[in-house]
């Protein structure tokens, strides 16, 4: 087996045609392997094919219905209700965004609830899905009880991811999307497989001491980036995306799930606005406000959050999408034995 260089669509076809031989119904097939392969085209690895076993690995420990058919709950008012009715959160989102964006454009602000839902995907995707109708977004979920809260001992909060997008006119959009952990935990498992030991400051192990062994750190837990901040942010997940919308908690979605070898369940909160509802009378445009403020970020020699991302999509939409000899034999083992290959 030797490296492959693909196009996207055909990236998108090969991971659908393995998640449906994996059992999962062509609506979910089609909309995580639109997740999978756009995590490759922009060189996001954490949430890459390297997620296609875990979700196959859900489905096969019935953790996650395949065929659930999201259903949606919209009325006049700001909350779009999406029910993903124990199935993955994707196609659930994909459903809820026309009544997301409908809504924000004639309140000004509305949000997205989805519940019941197996989250296991990057949040920039969805942002981007409001930042390319002209809408302002943010997304946020718990995952499952792996990280200490700043000052603790063991794992207690989700990696419980955050993400913002501002739309750019003529331009990608200005995205940010971060594990409130240091890193996601699918860093700390590459970092395993790589045989690779930790940066410092990554994570503590089962007696809360600080450990460089990702074996270690995952029986452990990973710490907030930031400290007590990211602590605090990640804790306000917990309250938004968890208490407040009715659904799980990350602790309350360990203990449903009994592991953090499969994706879990909870729901996710997505809030979008209107920009220009918001700057209604006030002096200037929040579109050239904006990029001017973007101008100086990147005249001091910063870059901007997702810079690399959107540099490697235009290499990958050029060039394919190289994956290497390893990533090709899973996907291989995976097409041809479906969930019977699943380890
Ligand atoms: P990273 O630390 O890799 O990146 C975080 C953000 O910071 C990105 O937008 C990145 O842009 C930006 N960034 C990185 N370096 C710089 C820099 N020098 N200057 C300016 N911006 C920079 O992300 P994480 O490991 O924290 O998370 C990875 C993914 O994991 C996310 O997509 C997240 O949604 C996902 N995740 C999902 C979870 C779930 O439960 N579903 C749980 C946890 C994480 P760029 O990409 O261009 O480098
Ligand atoms: O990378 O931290 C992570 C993660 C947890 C659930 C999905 N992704």
Request: a negative charge.
């Amino acid at each position: 087996m030797t490296d492959r260089t693909m196009t996207v669509p055909a990236l998108t076809a090969l991971v659908t045609e393995i998640l449906e031989r994996g059992g999962l119904s062509p609506l979910h097939a089609g909309a995580l392997a639109r997740v999978i392969a756009a995590g490759e085209r922009d060189a996001c690895k954490s949430h890459g094919v390297y997620r296609i076993e875990g979700c196959l690995r859900t489905l096969k420990a019935g953790k996650v219905v395949a065929d659930a058919v999201p259903e949606l709950h919209a009325d006049d008012g700001a909350v779009v209700r999406v029910s993903a009715k124990g199935g993955f959160s994707n196609a659930a989102f994909e459903l809820g965004v026309p009544a997301l964006a409908d809504r924000a454009a004639s309140l000004g602000m509305a949000a997205l609830v989805i519940n019941d839902c197996t989250h296991f995907a990057a949040l920039w995707p969805e942002v981007e899905m409001l930042t390319d109708r002209g809408l302002v977004a943010m997304a946020m979920c718990p995952s499952y009880a792996s990280v200490a809260p700043a000052g603790g001992t063991s794992a207690l909060l989700g990696t419980n991811p955050f993400a913002f997008g501002w739309p750019r006119p003529g331009g990608d959009p200005y995205v940010f999307d971060f594990a409130t952990s240091v890193v996601a935990r699918g860093e700390i498992e590459l970092h395993r497989r790589a045989g690779k030991t930790l940066p410092d400051g990554w994570a503590i192990d089962a007696q809360g001491n600080p450990t460089n062994d990702p074996e270690a750190a995952l029986a452990g837990a990973m710490l907030p980036f930031g400290g007590h901040k990211g602590s605090a942010i990640a804790t306000m997940i917990e309250l938004l995306a968890g208490v407040m919308i009715g659904d799980l908690t990350s602790p309350e979605a360990l203990e449903a799930l009994g592991t953090t070898a499969l994706a879990p369940a909870h729901g996710e909160l997505i809030l979008a606005f209107d920009p220009a509802r918001f700057a209604a009378g006030r002096p200037g445009d929040p579109m050239a406000r904006a990029e001017a403020l973007f101008e100086v970020i990147l005249g001091q020699g910063a870059r901007l959050p997702s810079q690399r991302r959107f540099a490697a999509r235009a290499k990958a939409l050029s060039d394919g999408i190289t994956l290497n000899a390893d990533e090709m034999a899973i996907l291989d083992r995976l097409r041809e034995g479906g969930l019977d290959a699943v380890s």
